[in-house]
């Protein structure tokens, strides 16, 4: 029962490089969310999806970009990355709104110089 | 604007005591209430939650408490083992942030032998 699993759990990036934070889900949820943790400023919610085809906004979404062209994935694309992206980022998943009880992944822990 | 709020970083009780963790919000529109548990290099686990209609929420060893006048929400662990020390995180939804989650900052708990 793997859960919500994240790929890879480091990197180091080069400024204005590229890359893809991987996320997949094997619980067939509906939701999925991505999030950034930062000292001292808990998580903070950068992308989420309702359904395969379906993404939105969240609190901080400058320099990232999503799609869920499935319900099991929900890629995480950093676009130009910048050492103020350097965190820890977190996927989840939540079988529905309204409860919205969310599992986590393990993260990735990301460092951008 | 944090509107959720930790503002105790850090917490330190003896082995067996309780521990009681506190939560602010201003959004009078948050309905449902959660607390994560987080260890280090893990994705944060659901503990407990609460929605606006009750006012107390017990699980074993943890129980929420809700003061909806006051915004207030404070998780208590009785009693505290070593193996609670983690970091705790309170979390927020409702309104127009339905599906989403607003967490605090996260208080770290260590539970002394």
């Known amino acids: 029962n793997a859960g919500v699993t994240q790929t890879p759990k480091f990197q180091v990036l080069k400024t204005g490089q590229s890359m893809t934070l991987q996320c997949a889900q094997d619980?067939?949820?509906?939701?999925m969310s991505w999030y950034r943790q930062d000292p001292g400023m808990g998580l903070r919610l950068i992308h989420y999806s309702v359904g395969a085809g379906i993404t939105d906004q969240g609190e901080v979404p400058n320099g990232y970009n999503v799609s869920r062209s499935t319900t099991e994935d929900f890629p995480l694309r950093l676009l130009s990355a910048a050492p103020s992206q350097t965190s820890v980022y977190f996927c989840?998943?939540?079988?529905?709104?309204?409860?919205?009880?969310?599992?986590f992944g393990a993260g990735t822990r990301l460092s951008v110089l | 604007d944090q509107q959720v709020k930790q503002n105790s970083p850090s917490l330190s009780v003896q082995e067996g005591r309780i521990s009681i963790l506190n939560c602010d919000y201003t959004n009078s529109m948050f309905d449902y209430f959660l607390w994560y548990k987080k260890y280090p290099a893990e994705g944060p686990t659901f503990l407990i939650s609460?929605?606006?209609?009750?006012d107390k929420n017990e699980d074993g060893r943890f129980t929420v408490f809700l003061n909806k006048s006051a915004k207030h929400l404070s998780l208590h662990i009785v009693p505290s083992q070593p193996g609670d020390s983690a970091v705790y995180f309170c979390a927020a939804s409702g309104g127009t942030s339905y599906g989403k989650l607003t967490f605090g900052q996260g208080t770290i708990l260590t539970v002394h032998p």
């Open positions: 609460i929605s606006s209609i009750k």
């Open positions: 619980m067939n949820h509906e939701y």
């Open positions: 989840a998943s939540s079988p529905g709104l309204a409860k919205n009880i969310q599992y």
